[in-house]
């Protein structure tokens, strides 16, 4: 094989390479916008005091997206509140 063929093969495996890494980026920042989307909307449910539906939205969104920290994080917040509500 010539010089330049090998230059294509390289060039050709480089470019799969990126394609490759382009859409797993991709995918991470659609990720993160679905998370995000969901917790301006929890955000604007505890700003109007519907705590409880706003937990069933953190709770539904966990089923899907587990091990998001945010989303666990905005559960606790909201859990405590709605328990000293309660106490």
Do not use: T, W
């Not at 449910?45 to 069933?56: G, I």
């Amino acid at each position: 094989m010539e010089l330049g063929g090998v230059g294509l093969v390289m060039l050709v495996v480089v470019f799969i390479y990126y394609l490759r890494m382009v859409g797993r980026r991709m995918a991470n920042r659609q990720r993160k916008d679905q998370i995000s989307l969901i917790l301006e909307k929890v955000g604007i449910l505890e700003s109007v005091a519907q705590d409880r539906k706003a937990l069933l939205i953190v709770e539904q969104a966990q089923q899907s997206h587990p091990n998001q920290p945010r989303l666990a994080q905005a559960q606790a917040r909201i859990q405590a509140r709605l328990n000293s509500a309660e106490s």
